[in-house]
């Protein structure tokens, strides 16, 4: 029953995140609502696991949190800098 | 005490959707895109943390409340390096914070005009 509120409200908020990555003026709104869509993918893929009573999908929940956070911030540093290749020297901002 | 484990965890589910459902709106309803990190934010600290360690509390002492504290000790290191670089790059590729305007120019305080700068 829980589960199943969890699971309900997760899939509003992934609307939610759907709709201002599709709407965002800028591309770093999109990536942004992305990131925030892998998130809530990890808690779906956790809270169905509890619903469907085999909680062995918790692996799958482990490495999608990992391959959101280093693509994330792989699209961040190459929207930036237009490369991933070398860092930016000189820059007064640095590497991010 | 599984009464009482089993009303923790559900108290902690239910706060955790709340929580989720108000980031998303957050991230909708909010004017700037450094204002949407905290709809953001709130959605992977205290909605996604809450939920997960309800679960926690649902599965018990084996390998999959092992799992659980793993993905949220991950989410909470990562959600502010990811939000952090997000925010670096997005100054430096010319977004710049929503200021509010004055209130004389403004008297109404109405949110729905945005300065320029």
């Known amino acids: 029953m829980m589960f199943s509120v969890a699971a309900i ?17 800028t591309v770093y709104d999109r990536i942004l609502a992305v990131n925030a869509f892998g998130t809530l993918t990890v808690v779906l893929i956790a809270v169905y696991g509890f619903l469907s009573g085999r909680p062995e999908f918790l692996d799958l929940a482990l490495v999608y949190a990992l391959i959101n956070f280093i693509g994330t911030i792989a699209v961040s540093k190459y929207v930036e800098f237009s490369h991933m290749g070398r860092p930016s020297g000189g820059d007064e901002l640095g590497d991010i | 005490m599984e009464m009482l484990l089993d009303a923790i965890s559900w108290l902690l589910i239910l706060v955790g959707s709340v929580f989720l459902v108000v980031g998303g709106i957050g991230v909708v309803r909010l004017p700037d895109m450094f204002a949407r990190m905290h709809g953001a934010g709130i959605i992977d600290t205290l909605g996604a943390g809450a939920v997960l360690i309800g679960l926690i509390f649902q599965a ?3 390998i999959v409340s092992v799992k659980l504290v793993l993905i949220v000790v991950f989410i909470l290191f990562t959600s502010p390096t990811t939000t952090h670089a997000l925010a670096r790059a997005a100054l430096n590729g010319g977004v710049r914070p929503r200021v509010e ?3 004389e120019d403004a008297p109404t305080g109405g949110g729905g005009e945005s300065s320029k700068t």
Do not use: D, E
């Open chain 2, 101 to 103: 305007a004055p209130p």
């Open chain 1, 9 to 25: 409200a997760v899939l509003v908020t992934m609307v939610l995140t759907i709709y201002r990555a599709i709407k965002g003026p």
């Open chain 2, 60 to 62: 018990g002492l084996n």
